[in-house]
């Protein structure tokens, strides 16, 4: 049973700076990619960054040049380092991971984490 369980969230006033968690049950290398997600009242979830496991990074244009994704593989987590923050950031942030066998593709969520940004 794979657990992705995400931590750091909470409210900041615009401008300011957050950094997200996401840590997994067992080795961050089963799974070809992590990432993050948000979904702002209203919306849909939408993805935000990405790691793979060679460090390849990807970034929404949303967030390009504020966020950065990295991760810690000793400690099986990827963190979501949020500067700049704007009130648009506003919504649930998912962390998600996500597993390749030869014929299919299995995703995995946490539970969310709120992140609030005040103007």
């Known amino acids: 049973q794979v657990q992705l369980v995400e931590s750091g969230g909470g409210l900041v006033q615009a401008g300011g700076s957050l950094r997200l968690s996401c840590a997994a049950s067992?080795?961050?290398?089963?799974?070809?990619?992590m990432g993050w997600y948000r979904q702002a009242p209203g919306k849909q979830r939408e993805w935000v960054a990405s790691i793979t496991t060679v460090n390849t990074t990807r970034y929404a244009d949303s967030v390009k040049g504020r966020f950065t994704i990295s991760r810690d593989n000793p400690e099986n987590t990827i963190y979501l380092q949020m500067n700049s923050l704007q009130p648009e950031d506003t919504a649930v942030y998912y962390c998600n991971a996500v597993r390749h066998t030869p014929l299919n593709r299995y995703d995995y969520w946490g539970q969310g984490t709120q992140v609030t940004v005040s103007s």
């Open positions: 067992g080795s961050v290398f089963s799974f070809s990619t």
